[in-house]
Nanobody, 119 residues
Framework: QVQLVESGGGLVQPGGSLRLSCAAS????????MRWYRQAPGKQRELVAA???????SYTDSVKGRFPISRDNAKNTVYLEMNSLKPEDTAVYYC?????????????WGQGTQVTVSS
């Protein structure tokens, strides 16, 4: 069994910061790409940021320069540092990762964490 558990969401004022964490646990052989998605009410889920096992990163245009993604491979954890937050960043944020477990490679999802940006 593999689990992804997110933490760090909450309510923040515009211009503020939050740090999301997502820890993978269970029977894990390897973790490859790790990603953060978000889904706002009434909208489709969108890919926010991704990081490869080697540390190569990519971002959707709306968060470039504001949301650096990083990972700690020793802790099987990915982070999303959210800075200069805007009301339009309000969404449920989901962690997603490609994980090899028991010789099977598949992607796993976390349960989601709510981020609300409001004054």
């Amino acid at each position: 069994q593999v689990q992804l558990v997110e933490s760090g969401g909450g309510l923040v004022q515009p211009g503020g910061s939050l740090r999301l964490s997502c820890a993978a646990s269970g029977s894990i052989s390897s973790i490859y790409d790790m990603r953060w998605y978000r889904q706002a009410p009434g909208k489709q889920r969108e890919l926010v940021a991704a990081i490869s096992s080697g540390g190569i990163t990519s971002y959707t245009d709306s968060v470039k320069g504001r949301f650096p993604i990083s990972r700690d491979n020793a802790k099987n954890t990915v982070y999303l540092e959210m800075n200069s937050l805007k009301p339009e960043d309000t969404a449920v944020y989901y962690c997603n990762a490609d994980i090899m477990s028991s010789s099977f490679l598949r992607d796993y999802w976390g349960q989601g964490t709510q981020v609300t940006v409001s004054s």
